[in-house]
C-alpha cells in the first residue's frame, strides 16, 4: 500500500476510533440510569418516600427519615455557607490587586478539597465539641460549598456591566445600595444558579457524613445528635446482608440521583433562558 | 505556453448567496498572476477553489471545473491530499506553527515522505534559501518560529509552503499584514519564484498588483470582469468597470 | 460640599462587611490546615516517616504506616486518569469536528451530566456493572473487587471534566493553524494529530492534573469496588485499598486516640495531594502557555 493510501487509511480508522469512543464516553451515564431504574424503580412507591424505616427482615418501610435528614443537613449546610460565599464572591468582584489575588488563590485551593477531608475538620472542630451530629455534617457541607458558591457568584457579578454601576455611582448612590438595588438584581439569575450548583454538589456527597454523624435508623430533625441521610443510607443498605435493604438501596439511589439530575437540568435550563434573553 | 490552471466556467455558492458567476480563466505556467477587484467580489473564494480549500467551508457548493496541469480538480476520483501538495497556499495573517522554525519548514515534506537528517537539512536550506530568509535564521532552526517578526514570519510561511516542492503557489493577501519593508522582500522574492513555480496572488493593493504581476484579473461582484496582461489591464482595460477601479474611482 | 454621613457609614459597613469576608476565607483555609495538622500531630510525632513507606497498619499493636494506602490513591487514580484520557480525547475530537452539531450538543449534554453523579451511586453501579466485568476479563481468578475495578470507575468519574476541558481547548484553536496544514497536503486526521492536539495540549495536560486531583480525594465510588484489602497489590485484579477508603472505613470504630490522629494525618495527605496538584495544574498553563 503506498504511503498515501496509508495515510488516508489513518484518517478513516482514527475517524471510526473517536466516534467509537464518543460512544464509550455515553455508556457510564446511561448504564447508571439503566441500572439504577432497573433495580430501583419498583422499589420507589409514595409509601418508600414517606415512612420511616421497618425492620430488616419486616417486608415494607421506607426512607422518609433519610430524605429529611437530607433536608436538614443540606439546608443548614447552605444557610451557613451559602452567605459565606456570596459575601467573597462580591468582594472578589469588587476589589484588584494582591489582596484579591491571595484570597482567590485560597478559594481555588479550597475548591479542590476532598471531600472526605471536609469531613474531617468538620470532626475535628464540632465533633469534638457536641459529638456526631448534623451540625457537624452541615459544617462539612459548608466548608464544601463555599468554593462554589463564590466563583460562581464572582462571575455573575462580573457580568454584569460595568455601565450599570457607573450609572448608579454616577447619580450619587454608595456602593452597597449600587450592590444591593442595581447590581444584584441584575445578577440574580446567575446567583441563584451559583447557589443551586452548590446545593447540587453537596447534596450528594457521602464522605463528609461517614465521618460526622453515626447511621441511625430514627426519624428525627434534630441537628444536635446524628441524622440519616440518603447517602449514607445508600451506603449502609447497600453493603448490608439484609436482601431487602439492598434492595431500598437501589431506590434511595435512584431518588438522590433523580434529585441531584433534576436540580442539574434546572440549573443549566436556568442559564441558558439567562443567556438567551441576554442576546435578545 | 503551457497553461498550468485551466478554470471553466466555476460557479460558487454558499448557501444562497452566489460568491462566483461563472468565471473562467486560463493561467499560463510560470508567470505572477494578480487577483485584483473590491472586498468581498470572489477573489479569495476563487483562490481557494484552486486547492480545493473551499471544502471546509460548511454549506460551499462548486460547479464547473479547474484543471491543473490537465488533471480536473473537482472530479470524483481526485486525491485532494495530493492536489494540495502541489498548489501550496499562503494566507493573508502569518500562520507559522508553534513549533521550531525547523519542525514548521519540514511540516509538509515529512507527511508525504521519509527523509533522512542530511535529506531533511537539505529541504531546510533550499526552501529557506527561496524564501530569502536562510540567512536571518540559519543560526536558530531550532528556535521557536513565534520568535519571529511578522514579515519574517509570511516568509516562513512562503519557505513552509514551497518545502513540498509545489507547482504553484496561492497567496491570499501576503502583505497585507505587513510593512512596507516587508512587503518589498516578498515581492522580490515572488519575481525569483516565477522562475520555477506558477503564481496566483490575491490582492487590495493596486500597485502591488502593477508592479509584481504578469497577468491580473479583474473581480467585480463574483464575476472575472476581465483578464488579461497586467500592462494591458492597467494602461488599456477593455471594460469600463476595470478603467473606473485601477483609476481609483471606486473601490 | 457636606456629604451626608448616612452615605459614608453605609458604604463604610459594606467594606466591613466584605473584607471580613474575605479574611474569613483566608481563615477558613488556615484553620483547616491548622485543625487537621493538630489533630494529625500525635501520629505525625510518633511515626515521622515512616508512616509514609512502612507496609503494616496494625490497629492492634498501634503501629500505622499507609504505604500501601497512599500506593493505592495513586496507582487507582493514574490508572482512572489514563483509561479517561483517550476516550476524552476521542469524545473531544468527535464533538467538535466530526458529529454534526445537532448530535454533538446533547451528546455533549450526556457527558456533563455524568458530573452530576453523586459518587456513592457509581459506588452502587460499581459493585453491579464493573466488578462482574473485571471477574470475568480476569477469567474468574479475581473476584472482581480489585484495583482495575475502581481504576475504572475513577475513570467514568473523571470522564466529564476530561472531556470538557479538551473540547474547550479544541475550540480554542485558531482556524488558521488547522488551514495551513490542510494546504501543505494533511489528511483530517493529521491535522487534528498533527497540528490542532499538539497546540492545544497545555490545557489538555491541565484537565488531565485537575482530573487526578479529583480522583485522589473520591472515597465512596472506591470504597465500594477496591476490595479494601491491607495487603499491597501486585497486579490489576488484586483487591486494594485507598487513603480516602481507608478513613472512611475505620474512622467510625477507632482503636484509640492514635488510631485517629493517623486516620486525620492520612487526610492531611490527601489534601496535600489535591493541592500539590491543584498547582501543578496552574503551574503548567503558565509554563506551556495556554493560548485562549
Known sequence: MSRLARRHLAHRVATAACLALALVAVFPLVSVLWELVRHGADVVTWEFLTTPPALPLEPGGGIQHAILGTGVVVGLGTLMGAPLGLLIGAYLAESRGKRAATVRTVVDAMAGMPSIVAGLFAYAVVVAAVGFSGWAAASAYAVLMVPTVTRTTEEALRTVPQSYRDASLALGSPRWRTMLLVVLPAAWGGVLTGLLLGVARVAGETAPLVVTMIATPFVSTDPAHSLATLPMLIYDYGKSAYPKLNAQAWGAALVLILMVLALNILVRGMSALRERRLKG | MQKAIRVKALDVHYGRSRALKSVSMDIPERSVVALIGPSGCGKSTFLRCLNRMNDTVPGAKVEGDVEVDGHSVYRNGTDVVELRRQVGMVFQKPNPFPKSIRDNVLFGPRLHRRMDRAECDRVLESSLRRAAIW???KDRLDAPAMGLSGGQQQRLCIARALAVEPRILLMDEPCSALDPIATAKIEELIQDLKKELTVVMVTHNMQQAARASDYTGFFYL???????????????????????????RFG | MAVPVRLRLGDRVY????????????????????????AAWPAIRAFGISFLVS???????????????????IVTSLLGIAIALPIAVGTAVALVFLLPRWLATPLGLVIEL??????????VWGRAVVVPLVRDLSGGTSYGFSILAAGLVL??????ILTTVTREMLKTVPRDQGDAALALGSTPWEVTWKVVLPYAKAGVLAGAILGLGRAVGETMAVIMVVGNSPVLPKGLFDPGATAASLIANEFGDPSGPLHTAALVELGLLLLVMSLVLNLLAKRVVRRLGVRT
Open chain 2, 222 to 248: 463574483g464575476e472575472l470582469v476581465e483578464f488579461g496582461t497586467t500592462k494591458q489591464v492597467f494602461e488599456n482595460p477593455r471594460e469600463k468597470r476595470t478603467e473606473d477601479y485601477v483609476t481609483g
Open chain 3, 55 to 73: 507496609q503494616s497498619w496494625n490497629p492492634g499493636e498501634q503501629l500505622f504506616g499507609a504505604f500501601p494506602y497512599l500506593f493505592g490513591t
Open chain 3, 114 to 123: 455524568l458530573a452530576a453523579v453523586p459518587s456513592i451511586v457509581f459506588g
Open chain 3, 15 to 38: 467594606s466591613a462587611l466584605l473584607s471580613v469576608a474575605a479574611l474569613a476565607a483566608v481563615g477558613v483555609f488556615v484553620s483547616v490546615m491548622w485543625t487537621l495538622g493538630s
Open chain 2, 135 to 137: 540567512d536571518e535564521v
Open chain 3, 155 to 160: 475513570a467514568a468519574m473523571v470522564l466529564p
